[in-house]
Structure formats: C-alpha cells, structure tokens
Nanobody, 120 residues
Framework: QVQLVESGGGLVQAGGSLRLSCVASGSIFRINAMGWYCQAPGKQRELVATITSGSTTNYADAVKGRFTISRDNAKNTVYLQMNSLKPEDTAVYHC??????????????WGQGTQVTVSS
C-alpha cells in the first residue's frame, strides 16, 4: 500500500500564503504524476495542479500565476505554494500520487486532505 500524509493547511487572510506538503510512503517502486485537488463544501473535487515525473506542470485556470506545484523525488514529496489566496480558494486540498508499487502494479493513491480556509 501507498500512504500519503498532507500538511500545511490552515486559516489565512485573503492575500496571504500557505505551503502544502504531501509525503508518500509505503510499497513504492516508482512515482509518476503527483497532484493536488480541492473540494469545497457542496462541490465536486477539482484539479488544482499536477506535475509529471519530468516536472511538466498543469494548473487550473483559477490558480495560474498564484500557485506553484513542485516535487522532491528524493523525498517522495510534492508541494503546493499558494500565494495571493482568495476566499474562493477555501476548500479541503487532497494530494494524489500515481505510479507503480514494488510488485509493479499501478496505484492511484489519495491523501485524507488538509483544510485551507481563507478569510476576507
């Protein structure tokens, strides 16, 4: 099994910054794509940003220019630097990691989420 542990969420005023982290552990052979998704109350989970093993990034239009996704392959960790936060960014942010486990099986793991609340 692959486990993900997220950290870095919290309460921040509009215009502020937060940095989310997600560490993957367990039966990992390879990590391919890593990403962050958010889910606001009453809404479906939405893509925020993804990063491939080759560090190609993809962002939702709503966060382009404000959020930056990065990864540290040596630490099996993905980060989300969130700047110029807006109240509409308030949501639970979930980490997602895809790859192959030690038995060369594909996995698609999700973290439990970290709450981000932006006050106006």
């Amino acid at each position: 099994q692959v486990q993900l542990v997220e950290s870095g969420g919290g309460l921040v005023q509009a215009g502020g910054s937060l940095r989310l982290s997600c560490v993957a552990s367990g039966s990992i052979f390879r990590i391919n794509a890593m990403g962050w998704y958010c889910q606001a109350p009453g809404k479906q989970r939405e893509l925020v940003a993804t990063i491939t093993s080759g560090s190609t990034t993809n962002y939702a239009d709503a966060v382009k220019g404000r959020f930056t996704i990065s990864r540290d392959n040596a630490k099996n960790t993905v980060y989300l630097q969130m700047n110029s936060l807006k109240p509409e960014d308030t949501a639970v942010y979930h980490c997602n990691v895809k790859g192959q486990n030690r038995w060369y099986q594909e996995y698609d793991a999700w973290g439990q989420g970290t709450q981000v609340t932006v006050s106006s």
